[in-house]
C-alpha cells in the first residue's frame, strides 16, 4: 500500500510525498485511519492479510479519498469485485500504468499525457 497526501504532477513527471508503504492488512488500515492520505494504492497481495479487506475497512472506518487498486490480478473479474468492496479504480499492472499516471495528474489539477 503506498499513501500521499499530496501530488505535484508536471508534464514530465510525478513528484509523490510517500506517507507509508505497508506490507500487512492491519498496518495498511492503521495507516489510512491514521494518516487519512487523498490517495491510496493498494495492491491486492500483501505478505500478510487481504487487499480486499483493507478495502472494506478502510470504508467502514469512514475513509472517504480515493482508493485505487494497481494489481496483475484477473481485470475481468476484481474490477468490478474491488469496486464493490470500496475502490474507486482498478488498474491492471500489465496494461493500464499509463492511465493510472494520467489518473493521477487529472487528480492533483494536470492535463493528461496519454
Same mark, same amino acid.
Given at each position: 500500500?503506498?499513501? /500521499?497526501? #499530496?501530488? *505535484?504532477? /508536471? ?5 509523490? $510525498?510517500?506517507? %507509508?508503504?505497508?506490507? /500487512? ?12 492520505? +487523498? ?9 500478510? &492479510? ?5 478495502? @472494506? !475497512? %478502510? !470504508? %467502514? &472506518?469512514?475513509?472517504?479519498? $480515493?482508493?485505487?487498486?494497481? /494489481? #496483475? @490480478? *484477473? ?10 468492496? &470500496?475502490?474507486? &479504480?482498478?488498474? +491492471? ?8 499516471? *494520467? *489518473?493521477? @495528474?487529472?487528480?492533483?489539477?494536470? $492535463?493528461?499525457?496519454?
Amino acid at each position: 500500500m503506498f499513501a /500521499s497526501s #499530496s501530488c *505535484d504532477c /508536471s508534464r514530465d513527471s510525478i513528484s509523490w $510525498k510517500w506517507w %507509508a508503504t505497508r506490507d /500487512s492488512e492491519e498496518d495498511a488500515v492503521q495507516a489510512i485511519s491514521v494518516l487519512r492520505p +487523498d490517495v491510496v494504492l493498494l495492491d491486492l497481495n500483501l505478505q500478510v &492479510g487481504s487487499g480486499m479487506h483493507v478495502l @472494506r !475497512r %478502510a !470504508r %467502514a &472506518g469512514g475513509y472517504t479519498g $480515493k482508493l485505487w487498486v494497481l /494489481s #496483475s @490480478r *484477473d481485470p475481468d473479474f476484481y474490477r468490478s469485485l474491488c469496486e464493490k468492496h &470500496g475502490a474507486d &479504480g482498478f488498474y +491492471d499492472k500489465a496494461h493500464e500504468q499509463l492511465q493510472l499516471l *494520467d *489518473d493521477l @495528474r487529472v487528480l492533483a489539477g494536470e $492535463k493528461p499525457l496519454f
